[in-house]
DNA sequence: AATGAATGAGGGTTCATTCAT
DNA sequence: AATGAATGAACCCTCATTCAT
């Protein structure tokens, strides 16, 4: 993974927290500046155009989220177990996936191509390793499924929903571990 | 249903194309007024600001889309042939509602009473009419979920990102009939 | 000759004053704005740029310096007569020439195309118009020089140097119109 | 002549070469720093401001440039022989004034006073050289002008013209020898 | 009702200059 | 003496909104 600089994670924070509550575009460099106590032409020190920003703070909350998925599954034997911690995780970080997606939206008419070589790498990345998963289930008849990938959006499309029905409806009626448990049971049904 | 004068709806087909292409901030109202082929002035005689015109376009569309799911599902018998019939149209309309939800990403920091009590509630009527079809199918046993809450959000939740994935990729690898019919295998088993 | 709308006209004014006097570099929009007595966002609807509004100016400038110079010779007969009253009307906007030469300087390293298309196609006109007037005084064994080429580079030359000087030291003590006769009489010497 | 530290002269090379080629603003100092080899806050060690730095450059240049000059004309008897080695060292320098003065031009609405003082005074001095070479030539009945002014005005003139339209029209139709010959022709006759 | 010329607040970006090392 | 990270003033340009016609 790449290595940042010390203030390039400073900025990403800030930017991060303005982003996910305002939005790309309400969001001004100005006020990233000021959050992260620099001056605004500091930001442009380390970032060529409020769009790079954006960028590279995608690209490392999805590598850092997902190295940690990654990580975490080390070692584990069983797949249902493996997608009891992912999901988990997800359910922690929960909001921080759907803020993503929400930049991701925002931005999603940038230059296309730096789009699917580097920020769709990265979501690719976290699709294939929960089908590979899911693979492994269906293989040791954990998991019954006609195909992985109809499993890996049923899981990931079930969180995501679930995670922004909790949002928006605000009061938390909507009980995430029980979910979890729902899906991995239908996914093993 | 509310009534909608000739031009307020010419508006709306031309501002949907626009922002759903093009993202929300990324559309001005000249190009809205030109492509509905009036002037610049006469899109604020139907809407106060840009806000507005979003809001009501996307309540529009999500009362349309919610008609014609429910007139659809009159007289149906079948709790899971209701299910399908629903399912055939948001596969059908599928990438309207990924556009809508892409939008109401965009302006989720608008006036958030606003929100609440008019995009949000139709939405909200979407949700109970599938949560209704499920409990229904809950009832009379052909589905077997827990809650009817976990069955909805696995219903809409997997539907979306299908459909989200198919439409990433690009490529029609996602086969959407095949993804309706595993969602239906999984809320009856 | 293209036809100019009002305001446009009127921006060129104020361009024109407020360039000449503190450069292109140090002109703001906002200053030519005020000057003219607009809003800043109007100069945008004439100009699609700062650049593209100097040179349209400069265009515009020189096509009404070379009008001038075309009808005020028609009917002359005599090549000198006819040299001499471009030379009066010279002196009269010789510091326009000047300012436009300075201007010109300032934007060499803009689009080269649309400066061979544009405005150096007029500088050019005024060059060919002089020769030909000069390559007439040949013919008519009124000029006496090698080549008209030559004769042409010191007319224009000469003028605008003397202009130059005369501008650069304030003082007055170069006699614009002892130039002008000196260098006739060195044309037909 | 003011003696110059080492470094100085190094970035005067080096922002001779950007502004003459990118003119004065579209110079910046990182970029003179840059090619000097040095730190851009060096560049503040030799210079107080980025006005200073172009006006010490212009005068270093015309120094050197007159220097030559004067020295070239050490013992040599004939006026218009003299005129003639000006002439041929202006021809070899020839790009080097028109860029000064197009830069000079990019600079007058800075400190008046300093100009006066230090840039126009060295102006000054050419112009008083070449005026001189004249004069002498009137007195010896080598020149024939009415006044000294005016043979410097034209020797000048023609001279820088008729190298801006070499080097507008980039094709080398235009002899600078002949010029030469053709201005010291004039001046005789 | 319909228009589009006019507006100016606001934001992204640049770059001369400073200063701690 | 030398450096370059940090700064923020300043400017070009966009575009939602207004209003006279």
Redesign the interface.
């Given at each position: 993974m790449k290595e940042y600089r010390n203030k390039e994670v400073l900025i990403f924070q800030s930017a991060w927290e303005l982003f996910s509550?305002?939005?790309?575009?309400?969001t001004t460099i100005s006020e990233i500046a000021k959050k992260t106590g620099i001056g605004k032409g500091t930001v442009y020190e380390y970032f060529k155009s409020k769009e790079e920003l954006v960028q590279k703070m995608i690209i490392f909350n999805l590598e850092n989220a997902h190295e940690e998925s990654v990580c975490s599954i080390k070692g584990i034997e069983s797949p249902e177990e493996k997608l009891r911690i992912i999901g988990k995780i997800d359910i922690d970080r929960g909001m921080d996936i759907l803020k993503t997606?929400?930049i991701l939206?925002?931005i999603?008419?940038f230059d296309k191509v730096n789009m699917k070589n580097n920020v769709?790498e990265i979501?690719n990345k976290r699709?294939i390793m929960i089908e590979g998963v899911i693979q492994e289930g269906m293989e040791k008849n954990i998991f019954n499924?006609?195909?992985s990938?109809?499993g890996t959006?049923?899981y990931?499309?079930?969180?995501?929903?679930?995670m922004m029905?909790r949002n928006?409806t605000e009061e938390r009626?909507?009980d995430m571990d029980?979910?979890l448990e729902?899906?991995i049971t239908?996914l093993k049904?």
């Open positions: 509550e305002k939005g790309f575009h309400d997606m929400k939206q925002m999603d008419d769709f979501l699709f499924v006609d195909k990938i109809n959006v049923l990931i499309g079930t969180m995501n929903n679930a029905v928006f009626f909507v029980n979910i729902f899906i239908k049904g």
